[in-house]
């Protein structure tokens, strides 16, 4: 392995981060208790459009809070895309509830709306959608299927911090929003997550069993399972200086996108990603599709691009070839998955990436058909 000088992502942290952290140790407030988290969850989810805020230790705890507040569990089914991360599945296992695999449209590689409905049984409760490498999904239809059949619309929000559906924020379309603010994705608290959503309800449900389900009118006294689920004050210190950043990280992602695509545009065989004429992606990740005409393979690709150092990711493997999953979907047919799943790439993509490393990594791919 060749030493890498363009990683894929990595988090850019600052004074303001410091300056929070060394105030939250001075104050000896770093639990969940401390005045940072409270804070971080208005900023958060009023960036979003919502209400309320419920910080979370990671992005997948983010998810399991929100589906077993909505009270998801054994019998019950939940339809997801089969092209997504694994905690998006993991997360509906973890209540006891069934998944339902969804496949990808071709264009943005989110979701396929017109398939969710043949999916739909007696015992689905919700859909959870994911703004796929920060391109959101289309919701009005997906908002219109839920009402129609009663069912709940959790958003996997983990990539697409600040993206936008025809002007409103991604994660605060549905019934709730899921973020993670893992050192790589858009804005960071080294690990983290948080819900966000308009329903009082849910929000109070969450916040109660996010801290061990104690009960109002009697402490040490619990009527539901609950979870440790909390974010310390710290990591809502470095959240609070990373939020003022959001939108100047959101700028830097598109403009580097654009310079990606006008590198790459004219090279046959990449398909650049695309953005819906509704839609402002965030480009978690700038991802392209190496299709035959490219002359070498995905994977061929990726090696000559670490021999220069040059930090790639495949696709998600989807979850219907996962080992812990394949068994439920055998005869189940996901071709635009498998078919993004082998083709697609991730590009260095993260806070840090600068315009010469751009130009950098497009001329390496140009080279490396010849
Ligand atoms: C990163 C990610 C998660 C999980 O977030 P963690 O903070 O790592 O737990 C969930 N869903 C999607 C789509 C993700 O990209």
């Known amino acids: 392995m060749s030493e890498i000088k363009i990683p894929v992502s990595s988090p850019k942290l600052g004074e ?11 104050s000896s407030w770093i639990s969940a208790q401390g005045p940072y988290v409270r804070e971080f969850e208005k900023a958060f989810s009023s960036y979003c459009g919502v209400k309320y805020g ?8 983010s998810l399991h809070l929100a589906l077993a507040a909505l009270g998801l569990g054994p019998g019950d ?3 997801i895309p089969s092209f997504t991360m ?3 599945a993991n997360s509906v296992r973890y209540t006891g509830a069934d998944i339902k695999l969804v496949d990808s449209e071709p264009d943005y590689w989110n979701i396929d709306v017109t398939k969710i409905e043949e999916k739909i049984t007696p015992r689905t409760k919700a859909i959870m959608v994911v703004h796929t490498y920060g391109h959101p999904v289309d919701m009005d239809p997906v908002m219109e299927i839920a009402r129609r059949h009663n069912l709940k619309v959790v958003e996997d929000a983990a990539e697409a911090h600040g993206a936008e559906y025809k002007g409103r924020r991604a994660g605060g379309i549905g019934d709730c929003g899921c973020f993670s603010f893992y050192a790589n994705k858009i804005i960071t608290t080294g690990e983290g997550g948080m819900i966000v959503t308009d329903d009082e309800e849910l929000a109070n449900v969450a916040g109660n069993m ?9 402490h040490f006294w619990h009527r539901r399972v609950g979870f440790n689920y909390r974010m310390s004050s710290l990591q809502a210190a470095v959240g609070m200086a990373q939020i003022e950043r959001l939108d100047n990280y959101v700028q830097n992602r598109r403009r580097n996108a654009q310079i990606y695509n006008s590198w790459l545009g004219k090279i046959p065989g990449i398909k650049l990603p695309p953005e819906a004429s509704w839609a402002k992606s965030v480009f978690w990740m700038y991802s392209i599709l190496i299709e035959d005409e490219f ?3 995905r994977d061929k690709l990726m090696e000559r691009l670490e021999a220069k150092g040059i930090e790639t990711r495949t696709f998600f493997f989807p979850l219907h070839i996962q080992p812990i999953y394949a068994e439920r979907f055998q005869g189940e047919e996901f071709p635009v998955a498998d078919y993004i799943a082998r083709q697609g790439m991730n590009l ?12 950098t990594v497009s001329k390496a791919i140009k080279d490396s058909r010849s």
């Open 348 to 359: 260095p993509s993260g806070n840090t990436l600068t315009e010469e490393e751009i130009e």
């Open 16 to 26: 303001e981060e410091q300056k929070n952290v060394i105030e939250c140790i001075k």
């Open 295 to 297: 002359g070498l393979s």
């Open 77 to 79: 089914e939940v339809i």
């Open 210 to 218: 996010r801290a061990h389900s104690f009960s109002e009118d009697q």
């Open 86 to 88: 694994v905690a998006t």
């Open 54 to 61: 419920i910080s979370t230790s990671s992005g997948t705890t």
